[in-house]
Structure formats: C-alpha cells, structure tokens
C-alpha cells in the first residue's frame, strides 16, 4: 500500500531506484498477460537515482520515489503519447502535461506509458489498437475503461499510482471492476493542459491507487491553478492525505439509481454498505431527488461526439501522425462521423443545444440535492464487467456502463469510487459523490470506507 511505501520510503527501507526496479522487473514478469504498459520508461531508474539524493538531503517532495504510470492520452516529455491509435502510434510528446510536470515537481517517477481504449473512447479497455488488458482482479473479465491499463497497472503491483482521466466514467469505471481506489476530481481542480482530449468541457485528468491515501496524495500534487488551463480555480488545495473521521453526515441515496442499476445485486450490496457506513458514522440516509439522471447517457454522447470531432480535427495526417479517419478504430471513426453529422450548420447546433441544455438541469439536480445531503452513494456502474471478446453488436449496451458516472462530469462535482466487496467473485465499487471542490470530505468518506472495510 502507498502509506507504507511512502515511509519506507523517506526513512530509507526501500530507496527509489530500488522501488522503480522492482517494479519494472515485476512487469517484465506479470505484464505479458496484463498488457496494462504499452511502454516502460527505460530512464526511471535514473530519475530515481536523483530523487534517492533528494531524499538522503531530506528535501523530497510528497510523491518521492514512487512509481506512477501515466495513461497513453497524456503527454510525457520524451514518451509515447499514442492514445493507444494507430493514428498516433509513433508519436513521441515534446512536452510534459501540467499534471506530469506537477508530479515530478513532487518526485513521482514516471514508469510508463499505460494502455487505454483508443482516443479514451470506451468502457472495457477492448477498443485499443494495441490489445485489450486483462483484469488482474478477475482474470478473463473486461478491466473496465477507459483508463484500462492505470487501473490494472495499480491492482496488479505493477506501479504505486496511476493517472487516468475520467470524461465520463473512465477512471472510476475500471477502479471498480479492479477492486481499486478512483478519483474524478472536479471539472477546473486539475490542469487539462497536455491531456489529448476526448470532451474538453468534461475531461479531468485523476488518479488511481489501491489506498485512498495514494489517491490523496497524488491529487494534492497536481491540483491547483495553472497559467495552462483557464478552466483551473483559484480554490484551495486542502491536505487531502489528513484525513478527518466523518460524522453526523446527510448521505443521499436515489430511488432512481435503484431503477437504473441492471443487476440488483450491485444496488442491494452497495445500499447495505451504506446503512453499515451510516450507523459506523452517526449519519443519516436520505432519499434525494434527481429528476434528470436518467437523461445523463443521453446527453452525455452529442456533447463527446461534437467535441472529439472538433479536437480531431488536427490529426489530418500533416502534423501529428496518420490522417485519424484512415487509421482510427470503428468506436472512434462512429464518434468522428457522429459528431460530423451533428455538427453540420443546417442544424444550427440543435443537437448539441439541446445536450447542454440537459446537462445543465443535471447540474441543477445536484445542486439542489447537496442542499439537504453532504454526500451521495450510489453503484459505479449498473452491471458487472463482461468476458473479454464478448460480442458487443449495440454501441448503447457499452455507453450503459456509464449510466451512475456521467452524472459528474456533466455536473462538474467531484466523485470517487472504493471497492466494497465481491460478487461472484467479481470486485464492486462504490461511489460516492460530493460537492464540486470539496475533495476533503470526498477522501475522509472514502477513507472512512477503507477503514469499515480493512480496519486502521
Ligand atoms: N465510456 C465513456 C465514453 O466512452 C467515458 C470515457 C471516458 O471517461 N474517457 O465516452
């Protein structure tokens, strides 16, 4: 666990260029059944070796000498940034993302690029162009996505932290079905700046970890304003990572999630937890109101449609890569001529108006929900994760996946997922929603959940 790791760490145990190379020779071993890396940083040793310096002259940062993996749509300086695409199979970035800048700030070590759906088009992981990954937690299963590689690449050992980003449901999707910790902070808490995007108005770049506290930690580095990102606020970065026992807390419970979850088994799992919590915590259940949610898939696509094929737009084969329409997979290309279609001026925007119009009720939803309620727990996603291979012939039986995700992004709030237990073998996550910019309660709840689950 990163807690341990930490202090190992900065008390000397384990020095970093150990750390790094333990690991990368546990991916050597584990990965060729994984295929969470698409590539391994050959330099982290050495960036290691000036981090152990660091930490011997007792000036390292909150991140020192841990292993992050960074998913394939953020550019890292020097690495491949090929959004698991043929389209921009070989692409080597130029320069760091804010967030990765950040983490090298803090002393985080990159230790390698990890595989995702293409474009971060997907929700199993199965959509890259370089292979689907396994899911380390329940071999044979989808690992979720988009974020696929980060999420198995933290559940299998194989790095300490991992970045994700979640335009939907991309990184607590997948920490769900591999039993993991997932952070979508709050649209404008982390910089967006050198993450190649899907939807810019939803995008958030997270992190992933198998403790909140490496959650914690990580996202308190990279938050904050940046010149980078006009959409990133002044609001304050509180200390995550000190966490706070919640009590006498308002959690909201929807009757519609109840509706909405497929397999009942994930919605009564997740509402027992939750009166377990509420008990535990002196708080109180309540039913909330959101008389929108359902419309969240619906309005989620026009918006990701318009928005992916206006950023595609510079992959036209003359600057970056291959000409994305010639080189791209079939989810990418249906989004690129979607958003065409929708996008065509005799339509006046009428679809995508129509969209936000939605989205901002959703917003609204929530705003009026976190007037009597501090948080809300709901399922991750509404069934549990399919066979790798499975045949998919509908496109909407994917998007389902992100029916109890979507609402977050579209509302700018923050939310986090934690897994709760099993079924069928199978990890299921909770997640559990909180206002925009409060992350602090966001990780007390979720830390609070861990201790319920494993003990102090
Ligand atoms: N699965 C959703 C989609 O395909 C979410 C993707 C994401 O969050 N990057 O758009």
Redesign the pocket.
């Known amino acids: 666990m990163v807690r341990e790791k930490r202090d190992h760490l900065l008390d000397g145990k384990i020095s970093a260029s150990e750390n790094i190379h333990i690991l990368q020779e546990r991916i050597r071993e584990l990965d060729r059944n994984i295929n969470s890396f698409l590539h391994v940083n050959e330099k982290a040793v050495e960036d290691a070796k000036e981090v152990d310096l660091k930490i011997r002259e007792g000036n390292a940062g909150k991140l020192a000498g841990l292993a992050i993996a960074v998913k394939a749509n953020i550019n890292v300086r020097g690495l491949p940034a090929s959004c698991a695409s043929k389209t921009l199979a070989n692409y080597i970035s130029t320069y760091d993302a804010d967030a990765v800048r950040m983490i090298r700030e803090n002393d985080g070590v990159v230790i390698g690029i990890a595989n995702c759906?293409e474009f971060?088009?997907?929700?199993s992981g199965e959509s890259s162009a370089f292979g689907a990954t396994n899911n380390p937690a329940a071999p044979g299963m989808i690992p979720g996505?988009?974020s696929s590689g980060s999420a198995a690449s933290v559940a299998a050992g194989m790095c300490d932290i991992a970045l994700g980003?979640?335009?939907?449901?991309?990184i607590r999707?997948p920490a769900s079905h591999c039993g993991i910790v997932g952070i979508k902070p709050s649209y404008g808490r982390v910089s967006r700046f050198g993450l190649i995007d899907?939807s810019m108005s939803l995008d958030q770049i997270g992190p992933l970890s198998r403790d909140v506290h490496g959650s914690a930690l990580l996202l308190e580095a990279i938050s904050g304003k940046t010149g980078n990102d006009p959409a990133t606020t002044e609001n304050e970065v509180e200390s995550y990572s000190d966490f706070k026992k919640p009590r006498g807390l308002r959690i909201g419970m929807s009757s519609d999630f109840e509706r909405m979850c497929t397999d009942k088994r994930i919605h009564d799992k997740i509402s027992a937890f939750a009166q377990s919590f509420s008990r535990k915590t002196g708080s109180e259940l309540k039913e909330i109101e959101l008389k929108y949610v359902d419309l969240s898939v619906q309005a989620y696509y026009p918006i990701?449609y318009t928005e992916f094929f206006s950023g595609t737009r510079k992959f036209d084969g003359r600057k970056y890569g291959r000409k994305i329409e010639e080189s791209c997979g079939e989810e990418v290309l249906r989004r690129i001529l979607g958003g065409m279609e929708i996008s065509k001026s005799e339509y006046h925007g009428a679809y995508y108006r129509k969209a936000l119009a939605a989205k901002q009720l959703i917003s609204k939803d929530f705003e009026n929900a976190f007037r009597n309620t501090d948080i809300i727990m709901l399922p991750t996603t509404p069934i549990l994760p399919h066979k790798i291979g499975t045949k998919i012939t509908d496109p909407r039986t994917m998007?389902a996946?992100?029916a109890f995700t979507i609402p977050a992004n579209l509302s700018g709030i923050c939310a986090g997922v934690i897994n709760i237990g099993r079924i069928e073998g199978i990890p299921v996550g909770l997640q559990v929603m909180a206002p925009a910019f409060n992350e602090k309660l966001l990780f007390d709840v979720l830390r609070e959940c861990e201790v319920i689950m494993h003990g102090d």
């Open positions: 759906d971060a088009c997907g929700s996505g988009s980003s979640d335009t939907g449901g991309s999707n899907l990701v998007y996946y992100d």
